[in-house]
């Protein structure tokens, strides 16, 4: 994606940043925002970590993230998917009891969308991959 859009492919990994904390994740982006020239675009990846708090953790967090980001920037961001129907039950006693995984909450696509777009971004490509076990948006400010 990096290479299609010609952004310069410079990574930050923000280390010990507690994700739940939308101030403090908006005053990071920030001031990485402010040590690049006007008018750049930045790409923020999050993919996995929104699979463990509540809608409303996530929400707050992108909104944040949304904040502080520069017009046209994007995230990448991604989450576990909800199997069909009773299928549910059983991945989740699997996952959780087998693979003894944290707990996770498992959206649907639209769902995770919807945070995704409630948060103010425009959802421009869903990726499932080909067991439907994980969506990822990219989405753009
Ligand atoms: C499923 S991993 C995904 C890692 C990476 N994004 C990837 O795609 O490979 C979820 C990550 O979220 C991190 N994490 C969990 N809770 C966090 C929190 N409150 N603040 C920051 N990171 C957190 C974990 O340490 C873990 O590295």
Not at 73 to 88: D, Q
Not at 106 to 112: A, G, L, N
């Amino acid at each position: 994606m990096i290479n299609d859009l010609g952004i310069r492919s410079d990574v930050e990994l923000m280390h010990g940043l507690d994700l739940r904390e939308p101030r403090l994740v908006q005053e990071a982006i920030l001031a990485v925002v402010r040590r690049l020239p006007g008018g750049v675009r930045v790409v923020v990846e999050v993919i996995g970590w929104p699979d463990y708090p509540s809608n409303e953790q996530v929400s707050r967090f992108l909104s944040a993230v949304y904040d502080a980001l520069p017009p046209g920037s994007f995230l990448l961001t991604g989450n576990v998917l909800r199997s069909p129907r009773w299928l549910s039950w059983l991945q989740r006693l699997f996952i959780e009891n087998v693979f003894r995984w944290m707990p996770m909450h498992y959206r649907t696509v639209s769902e995770f969308k919807g945070i995704v777009t409630g948060a103010g971004f425009l959802v421009l490509r869903e990726s499932i991959d080909p067991n439907r076990g994980f969506v990822v948006v990219t989405a753009q400010k």
